[in-house]
């Protein structure tokens, strides 16, 4: 049973059908496309449930010799840390795809590039192989940059090619560090889980040049400050399902690949990198909130607010410590729930009224009660709410950054890692307070007479937003249904990259 | 010795073949005509299945050898010729009245690649390089009516001569130094008595190497390579791209990384420098490129640049990384000339905005144009990817970390200039509406066997490596 494969590539098998289909035949590549995304999201669902909970080992391995020359395995495995992506994966797919239904211009097209986008990202997540890992994650750009390209908003050319090239700008880095650590293992090989269990061989000044290559091409998926450039443009000239797919999965790959292969591979290099990576989420949680702040545009608003969030998850990682790692892994997943429904709200909106200013509405929460419910209960998760997802992440993250003891002090008494955990705090006002202004100009006040005729969300809205409302809720009030499939794996890793110290 | 001529039966087949199409013009029937493509089809088929499975192998005269090193250049040439047929098929001004000496001509030019790939000794090696080029002098120009194709013809074959000029003067420093035209009288003189007249040697070596410099169009000596491209008839721009590149590539392999070791020369610091010079430059013109033809030119001298690091590495894995770059290469740039062909006789130009809207006129073309671009920019999963693959980790082998991330960077610029063409196909609006086109069967072959090359074993490899690193361990 090769559940892993089937996961990854029923969505590409999906596309192909739809290349074969007529183009007229325009809902028939719509049924296609929700029907093999669904598969796979029921196929992922049946991985939750047989998944192991006890062991920190690979489950569900597939390993086949691929290009025996030079070792090359097709080999697959899931463990607490890929599987809640996984679902999160298919999920938001699945979701987006029902979303986007209503797109009009080239439907053939758009559907076949996204479930190649899907199979792309799956299989980055399965993947045990560099080389395989390396050709998904190059894989999968293609299809993000038809995505953003042919559907996007005004300045979409331009939004795509940038982001194409940033990204495989990152991966000229990825495969230089990939070349040289097959020569530097010893039997040379690209496998992810050997590489890591010789990381004895990497050592001196190679582990921190390959290390700061790896975290180049990781950073700017995150993305880290100052590498976030591409990032607002990109989410705000895609299309409202792509923005979903970019904030949702996209960039958690960033941050996957340095749990999966940076902190592992190299944990000296690693530990030594902590205080920068204190810093760096410092930034990214702060910078990412003020200019957040600044926004008119909703869309932007929480494209940047994306920048904040995933600097939460840095800080979790930056500790070192189970509940930071736990903290980092849950907040991937919440971000992805929280955002995703965000930005499909948001794109609800714009397609009845063709502008996303914040400050042109007012009053909307008469008109469209259910609508504003889901905005404010999607916001207030954003902001950490306690009792909705977001909250549990957060305090997770704070919480792992915040235990660590580091050597190093600020100021003489205060260690390095409590310091910028306490600044970084003021993150969570000014996200407070950006969502909070924008609920209120948004959805209270007078209503602005120019929006009488709006009409509250359709049937396929609602499919595609509650499910991940109800997913808010439900992680926030018993996280533990998640925390139990990563704990275990967390704690070998953790372990690990401290034991080799 | 004469029985040893066998192992040549393909080449002198071929020959014969072409030379009974030069006799077929004289026909006056059209009807007679029409046979030509069948015949050069069924030659070429013929040779092919000969050099697969022939017993045969050996050497001939002591000058030219033939081996699994050479039966790989072999039916990359034969299956190139093959498909480029296929590409001219149903053009009338190529395979009109003069389609016999159009055939030929291809022919022979391809006995030219065949010889060059088992060649051990300079002067088979000069005949060789003359037997490839001077038949595709003529056929640059084959377009007669058009100024272009004249002027591409003239310019490279004043190019062509002059490096021939070049080679033969080098060739005759290394005779008399030597004593000999034999690639072993050269390793014999560099490892007996190196150290008095090696500038001499050197000499020889680089008129030599600009000769071949010319052919393979290494910076600085590419300039005649886009003028020719665009003038010459659109299938022959792209067997020149493939002539070029097995041609000169397997004399490189065989001069330089059998015979002549490059450490006793130093020669690794300067191939280095032509290697990242070609790469760069080729890119940064290709950026300004508004013509197909052009910009596809331009590329493949970056992509030479990108083949020749597995010479500059110079071991193992660098030689079949440059074999395998060469496969890959070939199919790809056949298959995006294939499309070009098919849009410019849609629309009547091969500009870039000819491909405007592409593919919401035509998605298969684009899409296939698109699986060519992505592996020329080496994306994976297609077969380009994997040949910079093997190139670069070759090179990172031999700890040359900085050419690699030269190759890498460059290989960004390139994503920006082919994705210009992809961004024209999929993000513009067709400009008007042209009457759907005629099937135009042939051409779209080449794209879909091409496409599935690249797929295939961009996807599944094994056996194209394993195929490659066996004819590579006939060098040491």
Redesign the interface.
């Known amino acids: 049973m090769c559940l892993l494969s089937s996961i990854t590539f029923i969505p590409l098998i999906g596309a192909i059908l739809i290349?074969l289909i007529p183009?007229e035949k325009v809902n028939l590549h719509r049924l296609v496309a929700v029907l093999f995304s669904a598969i796979s999201f029921l196929l992922s669902i049946q991985l939750f449930n047989t998944f192991n909970r006890e062991t920190s080992t690979m489950q569900f391995v597939e390993k086949l010799s691929?290009?025996?020359?030079?070792g090359i395995n097709y080999h697959l495995g899931i463990d607490g840390l890929s599987l809640p992506l996984i679902i999160l994966t298919t999920l938001l797919s699945l979701l987006s795809i029902i979303g986007s239904l209503g797109v009009e211009t080239?439907v053939?097209?758009y559907f076949f590039w996204f479930l190649t986008l899907e199979t792309g990202m799956l299989g980055v997540f399965v993947s045990l192989d560099f080389f395989l890992f390396?050709?998904f994650w190059?894989?999968m750009?293609?299809p993000m940059?038809?995505l953003i390209?042919?559907w996007g908003g005004p300045k979409?050319?331009y939004a795509?090619?940038k982001f194409?090239?940033y990204t495989?700008?990152g991966s000229?880095f990825m495969?230089?560090s990939i070349?040289?650590l097959?020569?530097r293992s010893e039997p040379h090989t690209f496998d992810i889980l050997q590489l890591i269990s010789q990381n004895g061989q990497f050592m001196g000044q190679f582990q921190y040049v390959a290390f700061l290559f790896l975290f180049i091409a990781f950073a700017i998926k995150v993305p880290i400050f100052p590498f976030h450039t591409w990032l607002p443009l990109a989410h705000v000239e895609a299309p409202t399902a792509v923005s979903v797919i970019l904030a949702g999965v996209l960039l958690k790959l960033g941050t996957y690949g340095m749990m999966r292969i940076l902190f592992p591979m190299f944990p000296v290099a690693s530990l030594w990198f902590s205080i920068p990576l204190f810093i760096l989420a410092f930034i990214n949680i702060v910078y990412g909130a003020l200019v957040a702040m600044a926004q008119t545009d909703m869309k932007k608003m929480v494209a940047y607010s994306s920048i904040n969030h995933m600097g939460y998850a840095l800080l979790g990682m930056a500790a070192f410590t189970v509940t930071g790692f736990n903290g980092a892994i849950l907040q991937m997943v919440t971000h992805g729930i929280i955002t995703g429904s965000l930005f499909l709200l948001v794109g609800v909106l714009y397609d009845r009224a063709h502008t996303r200013d914040i400050d042109s509405f007012g009053g909307l929460g008469a008109r469209l009660p259910i609508y504003t419910g889901l905005v404010i209960l999607a916001s207030m998760a954003s902001l950490g709410l306690p009792g909705l997802a977001g909250f549990i992440s957060e305090f997770l993250c704070f919480l792992g950054s915040f235990s660590s003891n580091s050597q190093v002090l600020v100021f003489g008494t205060i260690p390095v890692s409590k310091f910028f955990t306490t600044l970084s705090v003021a993150g969570i006002l000014v996200t407070a307070a950006f969502f909070l202004r924008m609920v209120q100009k948004v959805f209270l006040g007078p209503l602005n007479a120019k929006w009488d005729t709006l009409k509250d969300m359709n049937l396929r809205e609602l499919v595609s937003v509650v499910p991940l409302t109800v997913l808010t809720i439900l992680v926030g009030v018993w996280p533990h249904w998640l925390l139990s499939v990563m704990n275990t794996t967390v704690n070998q890793m953790v372990n690990f990259i401290h034991g080799v110290k | 010795m004469i029985a040893s001529l066998q192992i040549l039966l393909p080449e002198i087949f071929l020959s014969g073949v072409a030379l009974f199409l030069f006799g077929m013009d004289t026909f006056i029937s059209r009807r007679l005509k029409a046979w030509t493509i069948f015949i050069s089809l069924a030659a070429l088929f013929l040779a092919l299945f000969v050099v697969i499975w022939s017993p045969w192998s050996g050497r001939v005269f002591g000058m030219v050898v033939s081996d699994v090193f050479s039966s790989f250049f072999k039916i990359l040439a034969i299956t190139s010729s093959i498909l480029i047929f296929l590409l001219s098929e149903d053009d009338p001004e190529l395979m009109g009245p003069h389609a016999g000496t159009y055939a030929g001509l291809i022919i022979l030019s391809t006995v030219g690649i065949m010889f060059l790939s088992g060649t051990e000794d300079l002067l088979i090696l000069f005949l060789g390089l003359e037997l490839t080029t001077v038949p595709l002098f003529i056929l640059a120009g084959f377009l007669r009516k058009e100024e272009r194709s004249s002027e591409s013809a003239i310019k490279f074959f004043l190019v062509g001569v002059f490096s021939t000029g070049l080679m033969i003067y080098g060739i005759s420093f290394l005779y008399g130094l030597c004593g000999g035209t034999h690639f072993s009288d050269l390793q014999q003189w560099i490892t007996t008595n190196r150290s008095e007249n090696l500038t001499l040697f050197l000499i020889g070596i680089f008129f030599l190497l600009a000769g071949l410099g010319f052919k393979f169009s290494l910076v600085p000596f590419h300039q005649w390579t886009p003028d020719t491209y665009q003038g010459a008839p659109t299938p022959i721009t792209a067997f020149f791209s493939i002539s070029r590149d097995a041609g000169v590539l397997v004399i490189f392999l065989r001069l330089f990384g059998h015979f002549i070791p490059k450490s006793p020369l130093n020669l690794t610091g300067f191939f280095m420098v032509i290697s990242v010079l070609t790469m760069t430059i080729g890119n940064l013109t290709a950026l300004r490129q508004t013509n197909l033809k052009r910009l596809l030119a331009y590329s493949s001298i970056a992509h030479a640049g990108t083949i020749f690091i597995g010479v500059v590495a110079g071991n193992a894995l660098g030689r079949e990384g440059a074999m395998i770059y060469s496969i890959a290469y070939s199919m790809m740039s056949l298959g995006a000339f294939a499309v070009v062909i098919a849009v410019s006789r849609i629309k009547g130009n091969d500009e870039l905005n000819a491909v405007q809207g592409l593919a919401q006129e035509n998605l298969g073309l684009a899409l296939l144009m698109l699986f060519f671009l992505m592996s020329l920019a080496g994306i994976p999963p297609f077969l380009g990817f994997l040949g910079k693959f093997y190139v670069f980790l070759a090179a990172v082998n031999e700890k040359m970390y900085g050419l690699v991330a030269i190759g890498l960077l460059n290989s960004v610029i390139a994503v920006y200039y082919y994705f210009r063409i992809v961004h024209k196909m999929f993000f513009m609006s067709p400009e008007e509406t042209r009457p759907s086109p005629n099937r135009q069967f042939s051409v779209q072959t080449v794209a879909w066997f091409a496409a599935s090359v690249l797929l295939i074993f961009g996807t599944f490899p094994e056996p194209i490596l394993f195929w490659a690193k066996s004819a590579s361990q006939i060098l040491p």
Do not use: N, Q, S
Request: net charge positive; charged share 20%.
């Open positions: 290349l183009r691929w290009i025996p020359v030079f080239r053939k097209e390396y050709i190059e894989v750009l293609v940059y038809f390209g042919i979409k050319e795509a090619i194409f090239l495989l700008f000229v495969l230089i070349l040289a097959y020569f």
